[in-house]
């Protein structure tokens, strides 16, 4: 069960609004020349040093997913206190509003506002579990596959 409350009825004549959140990263095109040589993506262009596909997902999963879920509970200790820029964008939605927190750690803005419905995905089930002990609803997903409908 992924803890999900499927009835979050709106208000008759009230229609859901669209809103996206994207976090970016610069890259350039240019190579750079920092110290790391070996592991810089720039300097080694057309030399991977791993295979893309399935090199990319092993270290991921070893590099990444495997060590949130192995230092879940510490890693949720040092999270507590939100960032005022997202409180502030979280306070500027209507009461009813839907908000899907994609990577949301241990869901310290699941919580932010009581009027507003916020939903959140992380690919750790440890932290997972931390938000579901809170109370909040969230579900266990690689951010890339969220399973989720859409919208037409």
């Known amino acids: 069960s992924s803890g999900i409350n499927a ?52 270290l991921e999963s070893e590099y990444v997913s495997s060590v949130y879920e192995n230092i879940a509970a510490h890693f949720s200790s040092t999270r507590h206190s939100p960032w005022p820029g997202v409180v502030n964008f979280l306070n500027t939605l209507p009461p009813r ?10 869901g310290k803005y699941l919580g932010v506002r009581g009027d507003v419905r916020v939903i959140g995905n992380d690919n750790s089930y440890n932290l997972c579990s931390i938000c579901r002990d809170r109370e909040h609803e969230v579900f266990a997903c690689n951010a890339l596959a969220i ?5 037409r």
């Open 147 to 151: 399973p989720t409908a859409t919208l």
């Open 7 to 58: 009835e979050w009825p709106l208000r008759p004549g009230t229609e859901r609004q669209l809103r996206i959140s994207l976090t970016l990263r610069e890259c350039t095109a240019e190579p750079c020349k920092c110290d790391y040589t070996s592991q810089c993506d720039s300097q080694n262009y057309g030399k991977p040093a791993y295979d893309v596909v399935d090199g990319g997902a092993r």
């Open 97 to 106: 509003a839907l908000v899907v927190d994609v990577g949301c750690g241990n």
